[in-house]
């Protein structure tokens, strides 16, 4: 598997959606922020939209199974 994606990789060297040039000027006016993120999601807007995709589908499917989380609290000690 890492040869395939090393191979893949390689295929579309120069041919990324994102400027590199371009991100490392943005992480430098981060830098000048008053209030600078705590995280930076760098990614082309294509990119960033299927990554929002699949953030939200992974929360709809997190929330629906909310319930299983629920039942790993401690129960409350009735005090006597």
């Known amino acids: ?9 390689r295929a579309n060297r120069g041919q990324e ?12 006016d981060v830098v000048d922020l008053d209030e600078p993120p ?21 929360l709809a499917e997190d929330r629906k199974r909310a319930f299983l989380s629920a039942r790993t609290d401690f129960q409350e000690v009735a005090t006597e």
């Open 17 to 28: 959606d994102g400027d590199p040039d371009r991100a490392a000027q943005v992480i430098l």
């Open 1 to 9: 598997m890492t040869k395939h994606l090393i191979r893949g990789l």
């Open 38 to 58: 705590r995280r930076l999601l760098l990614l082309c807007s294509h990119a960033l939209a299927r990554a929002a995709d699949m953030i939200g589908r992974q």
